[in-house]
Structure formats: structure tokens, C-alpha cells
């Protein structure tokens, strides 16, 4: 089934430094989401990419939907220590269920 | 703000006991899921529904059973409880995006805590 990579696996930053983190796909995707997840609860999604090339900001957050349709990317800009969380991307073709990355643990230190 | 709850938040059960966590939501979705996911790990899917009367099995194999007769309603049922099943169980919906109708987002509900003894 399809699969995505989802990188990195967890990052330990400085608070006020930006973060970047990316999906890849090995298949075309029509819809990117991205995700956050803080201990104990369900995932929030935070935004929504529909269109090859598409660059949505929510915030401090800003994601890509990457040309090839294959890759996507969340940018955090000046993190804060309540940016510490699990991001997911998540990605779907057709009808079909979303596919989850497994996820990037943030860690932010004050 | 997602309209999607669950209930119970958190439930400690004995081996054996059946049980049934409720998902609820109120957006008129068509599409409900259940993931189960062991903290901070990936998440699962071991259910969906694309409507009422209609159940799929996801990728996970689950020895749960769901049932969809109403569309605002989504209940996962464990015949009978065992150590193993011990994890977080999210349900989710999904539905038409706004102004584009081909557009769909999916939202969480908090989560079901389940602890089996």
C-alpha cells in the first residue's frame, strides 16, 4: 500500500528558532493535511493543501504542497514552547482513507 | 472547532468485559474512522465508514466490530477486553470543505483512553 516518509523523527530546538519538516510519498497525492498532536489528546489539523504547488501560512505555520504532488513540507517560524508537540502529515488520493507519516516529535527548549 | 466527541474519556476495565466506545459528531460527515494509536506513536487505522450501512476494515487487523446506522454515529465495540487492546483509540470524520466541494478535511475527536487489566 502507499506509504509516506515522514522526517525527521523527533527534533530538539531552541525556542525562537524556525523548524522545518517534510513528507514524502512514493505516489501522486490530491490532498496534503498536517496535523498536531499534544499528549493525551486527538490530532488538530492545522492546515490543508489541495493544489500542486500551493504555499498555505496559518500563523506562525506555513506548508507546501510540493510540485511533484509527491512531497509536502511545514515550515514553524520563531518556535515557542507551546509549539512542542507530535506533528502527523497525512496525504489521500481519490476517496480513499488518508495515509499517515509517522510523525515528528518537537521538542522546544526555553 | 471540530463538533466530535467521544465518550468515555478514559476507562480502566478488567480482561474478558465487553465494551463499547461511543463517537459522536455533529458536522453531517459521511465519513467516520477509528484509529488506535499506543502514545506517542503512529496511528492505525482499524475501521472507517464511508456511510450508514456501509463498514470497512483499515489496515490494522482489530478484533473490534463497529456499526454505522445513523450517519452522526460511530460506536467500536470489544467483545471481550484483553491486555492487548490497551491503547488510544481516535475516532474521526470527514466531510466537504468549505466553498470547493472537492476538497475534504478529516477531524479528531480527543480520544479514548482504554486500559485493560
Known amino acids: 500500500g502507499q506509504q509516506l516518509n515522514q522526517s525527521p523523527q523527533s527534533m530538539f530546538i531552541q525556542e525562537g528558532e524556525d523548524v522545518s519538516m517534510n513528507c514524502t510519498s512514493s505516489s501522486i497525492f490530491n490532498t496534503w493535511l498536517w496535523y498536531k498532536q499534544e499528549p493525551g489528546e486527538g490530532p488538530v489539523l492545522l492546515i490543508a493543501?489541495?493544489?500542486?504547488?500551493e504555499l498555505t501560512s496559518n500563523g506562525r505555520l506555513t506548508a507546501q504542497f510540493g510540485i511533484t504532488r509527491k512531497d509536502s513540507f511545514l515550515n514553524i517560524s520563531a518556535s515557542i514552547p507551546s509549539d512542542v508537540g507530535i506533528y502527523f502529515c497525512?496525504?489521500?488520493?481519490?476517496?480513499?482513507?488518508?495515509?499517515f507519516g509517522k510523525g515528528t516529535r518537537l521538542s522546544v527548549i526555553a | 472547532e471540530a463538533d466530535i466527541y467521544q465518550t468515555p474519556r478514559y476507562l480502566v476495565i478488567g480482561t474478558g468485559k465487553k465494551i463499547t466506545l461511543e463517537c459522536s459528531q455533529t458536522m453531517g460527515h459521511d465519513k467516520m474512522y477509528w484509529y488506535q494509536q499506543d502514545p506517542g506513536m503512529e496511528l492505525h487505522l482499524i475501521h472507517y465508514?464511508?456511510?450508514?450501512?456501509?463498514?470497512e476494515k483499515g489496515d490494522l487487523s482489530s478484533e473490534s466490530t463497529v456499526s454505522r446506522i445513523r450517519t452522526e454515529h460511530f460506536p467500536l465495540t470489544l467483545e471481550s477486553a484483553r491486555p492487548s487492546h490497551t491503547s488510544q483509540y481516535l475516532c474521526a470524520s470527514s466531510g466537504l470543505a468549505g466553498r470547493n466541494l472537492a476538497h475534504s478535511e478529516q477531524y479528531f475527536g480527543p480520544g479514548t483512553r482504554l486500559t485493560v487489566t
Open positions: 465508514s464511508y456511510g450508514v450501512n456501509s463498514t
Open positions: 493543501l489541495y493544489k500542486a504547488g
Open positions: 497525512a496525504g489521500r488520493t481519490g476517496n480513499t482513507p488518508l495515509v
